[in-house]
């Protein structure tokens, strides 16, 4: 039993520029400004080991060949070449650095399966003396081989799952895996394997379990590809409940805007109603005022008539003793008072017209004053009302404005909440089937042939004590007693699960755990690959003042310097990717790789500026 070692990584292509890394034999560091290729980085170690989906991203299009390094135990170097989106893997027996085309010494799958016999999982694990241990993969004890990926996935931690609520023993959320995921843990930390259990089956009826599973994988995978996701259930219930806070926030502001929208609607109607009305009044007072002016002037007219009347009258001789200017008669042959009656009378008749002209033109005015203050009255409350529909105007357009892209953000939400719900569901039924895959995987078992499966607590206690002081020597505060509960199959710590605390503390959990097994499997002649893979283990602890919201411990500002410093002294092959730097001293020791992002320098793992990080 012997140790793996990362010697390199490369991408290579036709008319492209060689982007590498060499991999230090104890500790590499990564670090440096974000998307510039170190998540990437972890996730093409993972995919050259077996992994099943390649990291993609712009600055990696046209490059054809992935190579991987490797040193075996007994010196020997290889190279894993696999193209972006293949299943193969080609091995070559010496160090290749650069694009390759040269016949490979040993072609292999990258999947391993329970009929695999030429898969990476089996040749390397062959190497490393491994070939040969089993653990169980259901509750009725049924076993396999142990994969090679049963072991990357504890030593190579991506930023997603290092963050990740979900156990770092785990590979999914679905009850199917965790018999065998326990299965390993036992195997890691005791180094017993499990027997090879017949299953006590004929062939008939392992054709027809067979013939079962293949058809539930196929229903898995379907479902499988319809996710549009690769959150898990807590993630993506922990958004659905995010999720909706924010949809209960933006629907109140919503009903506010709308509310404030439709009372000035409302108010611009009335006054619209109020202003039609007033105008039409407007006209009409407008129209009577002009037709009394009209009468007034005749009215004036006729008594300034009057008054020449009688003013002519008077120098026409009206008024005066001689020949009658009514009827023509010469004096003598007038009666008496004959002149002096036509000349009253025609006097009174001037006079009376006078008074009943002024008692019209009295009776009018008022009339017409009143008028013209309704006139007036009736302007200021047009302009008023011409006013206040300007601004209601104003109002509803300035809701309006507000309203479309609160509605369209509101839509954004629902449809993001109906894909979360859809992905539940389909995450929902994906358990239900691997839980009946599981339970047709354990009929080949009968209880009596069911191993232990638990870890003896001497040995567990041990572990533990290896988790602690790894925290310890890190520094990290408030996370005293912790330790693996193998039967939740979590990490504890402050006598709270690992999934139940903050984003920074399941981070620096994960990271305390994956360093303590590999340090645990290396001291006892354990099974481990020999080295680990850590992505963004205490970015969050970078600066206590930019902690995310939700982080449940006082941070210090020395946890990131102890981390390092104590990852000198790992036993194996460490590789450590951060945005934060290092501590001087850890670079002088340690194989360093600085990426600038747009800085002088490298900018990031490819020759160009940025890539996913």
Same mark, same amino acid.
């Given at each position: 039993?012997?140790?793996?070692?990362?010697?390199?990584?490369?991408?290579?292509?036709?008319?492209?520029?060689?982007?590498?890394?060499?991999?230090?034999?104890?500790?590499t560091?990564?670090?440096?400004?974000?998307?510039?290729?170190?998540?990437?980085?972890?996730?093409?170690?993972?995919?050259?080991?077996?992994?099943?989906?390649a990291?993609?991203?712009?600055?990696?299009?046209?490059?054809?060949?992935?190579?991987?390094?490797?040193?075996?135990?007994?010196?020997?170097?290889?190279?894993?070449?696999?193209?972006?989106?293949?299943?193969?893997?080609?091995?070559?027996?010496?160090?290749?650095?650069?694009?390759?085309?040269?016949?490979?010494?040993?072609?292999?799958?990258?999947?391993?399966?329970?009929?695999?016999?030429?898969?990476?999982?089996?040749?390397?694990?062959?190497?490393?003396?491994?070939?040969?241990?089993?653990?169980?993969?259901?509750?009725?004890?049924?076993?396999?081989?142990?994969?090679?990926?049963?072991?990357?996935?504890?030593?190579?931690?991506?930023?997603?799952r290092?963050?990740?609520?979900?156990?770092?023993?785990?590979?999914?959320?679905?009850?199917?895996?965790?018999?065998?995921?326990?299965?390993?843990?036992?195997?890691?930390?005791?180094?017993?394997?499990?027997?090879?259990?017949?299953?006590?089956?004929?062939?008939?009826?392992?054709?027809?379990?067979?013939?079962?599973?293949?058809l539930?994988?196929?229903?898995?995978?379907?479902?499988?590809?319809?996710?549009?996701?690769?959150?898990?259930?807590?993630?993506?219930?922990?958004?659905?409940?995010?999720?909706?806070?924010?949809?209960?926030?933006?629907?109140?502001t919503?009903?506010?805007?709308?509310?404030?929208?439709?009372?000035?609607?409302?108010?611009?109607?009335?006054a619209?109603?109020?202003?039609?009305?007033?105008?039409? @009044?407007?006209?009409?007072?407008?129209?009577?005022?002009? #037709?009394? !002016? =009209? /009468?007034?002037?005749?009215? %004036?007219? +006729?008594?300034?008539?009057?008054?020449?009347?009688?003013?002519?009258?008077?120098?026409?001789?009206?008024f005066?003793?001689?020949?009658?200017?009514?009827?023509?008669?010469?004096?003598?042959?007038?009666?008496?008072?004959?002149?002096?009656?036509?000349?009253?009378?025609?006097?009174?008749?001037?006079?009376?017209?006078?008074?009943?002209?002024?008692?019209?033109?009295?009776?009018?005015?008022?009339?017409i004053?009143?008028? @013209?203050?309704?006139?007036?009255?009736?302007?200021?409350r #047009?302009? !008023? =009302? /011409?006013?206040?529909?300007? %601004?209601? +105007?104003?109002e509803?357009?300035?809701?309006?404005?507000?309203?479309?892209?609160?509605?369209?953000?509101?839509?954004?939400?629902?449809?993001?909440?109906?894909?979360?719900e859809?992905?539940l569901?389909?995450?929902?039924?994906?358990?239900?089937?691997?839980?009946?895959?599981?339970?047709?995987?354990?009929?080949?078992?009968?209880?009596?042939?069911?191993?232990?499966?638990?870890?003896?607590?001497?040995?567990?206690?041990?572990?533990d004590?290896?988790?602690?002081?790894?925290?310890?020597?890190?520094?990290?505060p408030?996370?005293?007693?912790?330790?693996?509960?193998?039967?939740?199959?979590?990490?504890?710590?402050?006598?709270?699960?690992?999934?139940?605390?903050?984003?920074?503390?399941?981070?620096?959990?994960?990271?305390?755990?994956?360093?303590?097994?590999?340090?645990?499997?290396l001291?006892n002649?354990?099974?481990?690959?020999?080295?680990?893979?850590?992505?963004?283990?205490?970015?969050?602890?970078?600066?206590?003042?930019?902690?995310?919201?939700?982080?449940?411990?006082?941070?210090?500002?020395?946890?990131?310097?102890?981390?390092y410093?104590?990852?000198?002294?790992?036993?194996?092959?460490?590789?450590?990717?951060?945005?934060?730097?290092?501590?001087?001293?850890?670079?002088?020791?340690?194989?360093?790789?600085?990426?600038?992002?747009?800085?002088?320098?490298?900018?990031?793992?490819?020759?160009?500026?940025?890539?996913?990080?």
């Amino acid at each position: 039993m012997g140790d793996l070692r990362l010697i390199h990584l490369t991408y290579a292509g036709m008319n492209k520029p060689t982007a590498s890394v060499e991999f230090d034999p104890a500790l590499t560091v990564i670090y440096g400004a974000s998307d510039t290729g170190k998540s990437f980085i972890a996730e093409s170690i993972e995919y050259m080991l077996g992994g099943a989906r390649a990291p993609e991203v712009r600055e990696s299009e046209g490059y054809s060949q992935i190579l991987l390094g490797l040193q075996l135990p007994d010196s020997t170097v290889l190279t894993l070449l696999r193209a972006p989106h293949s299943n193969t893997i080609h091995i070559y027996r010496q160090d290749l650095r650069d694009l390759v085309t040269g016949f490979a010494d040993v072609h292999v799958t990258a999947a391993h399966t329970a009929r695999s016999r030429n898969s990476l999982s089996l040749f390397l694990l062959g190497e490393l003396g491994l070939a040969d241990l089993r653990i169980r993969k259901n509750e009725a004890g049924g076993s396999r081989p142990l994969a090679l990926n049963d072991l990357v996935h504890l030593s190579v931690v991506p930023e997603t799952r290092m963050v990740a609520p979900l156990s770092p023993v785990l590979h999914s959320a679905a009850a199917s895996g965790k018999t065998a995921a326990a299965s390993v843990m036992r195997l890691l930390l005791t180094g017993e394997s499990d027997p090879d259990i017949d299953t006590g089956l004929n062939a008939g009826q392992r054709r027809v379990n067979k013939g079962k599973i293949t058809l539930l994988d196929q229903i898995v995978l379907d479902l499988q590809s319809k996710l549009t996701t690769s959150e898990n259930v807590r993630e993506l219930r922990d958004r659905q409940v995010r999720l909706q806070t924010s949809i209960d926030e933006h629907s109140t502001t919503l009903r506010v805007i709308t509310d404030r929208h439709l009372g000035a609607v409302t108010a611009r109607m009335r006054a619209a109603e109020e202003l039609a009305t007033v105008e039409a @009044r407007l006209t009409e007072v407008g129209d009577l005022v002009s #037709r009394f !002016g =009209l /009468l007034e002037e005749q009215y %004036r007219s +006729d008594l300034a008539r009057l008054v020449m009347v009688t003013e002519a009258g008077g120098l026409l001789g009206y008024f005066r003793v001689g020949k009658c200017v009514f009827c023509g008669a010469e004096p003598e042959h007038q009666h008496p008072g004959h002149q002096e009656q036509e000349t009253t009378h025609f006097h009174a008749a001037v006079q009376n017209e006078t008074v009943k002209t002024s008692a019209l033109l009295a009776d009018l005015l008022p009339t017409i004053e009143d008028l @013209r203050a309704q006139f007036d009255t009736l302007s200021t409350r #047009r302009a !008023g =009302l /011409l006013q206040d529909t300007a %601004r209601r +105007d104003g109002e509803i357009t300035e809701a309006q404005a507000l309203l479309a892209p609160l509605r369209e953000r509101m839509d954004e939400y629902l449809h993001a909440r109906s894909e979360i719900e859809r992905n539940l569901e389909l995450h929902k039924r994906i358990d239900e089937l691997e839980d009946r895959r599981s339970h047709l995987d354990g009929e080949t078992a009968g209880p009596g042939q069911r191993p232990a499966g638990y870890v003896p607590n001497r040995t567990l206690s041990t572990f533990d004590e290896a988790v602690r002081a790894t925290l310890e020597s890190w520094k990290v505060p408030a996370v005293d007693f912790a330790e693996y509960d193998q039967y939740a199959m979590d990490i504890r710590a402050g006598g709270r699960p690992r999934a139940s605390r903050g984003k920074g503390v399941r981070s620096v959990l994960h990271s305390a755990f994956t360093t303590a097994l590999a340090q645990f499997c290396l001291s006892n002649s354990r099974p481990h690959p020999g080295f680990i893979v850590l992505d963004s283990p205490v970015v969050t602890y970078r600066d206590p003042i930019e902690e995310p919201i939700g982080e449940d411990v006082d941070l210090t500002s020395n946890v990131v310097d102890h981390f390092y410093r104590n990852m000198i002294d790992f036993p194996g092959q460490a590789v450590i990717l951060e945005n934060g730097d290092p501590p001087a001293e850890v670079i002088s020791q340690a194989s360093v790789y600085r990426f600038t992002g747009t800085g002088p320098g490298r900018h990031g793992f490819f020759p160009t500026a940025a890539a996913d990080g």
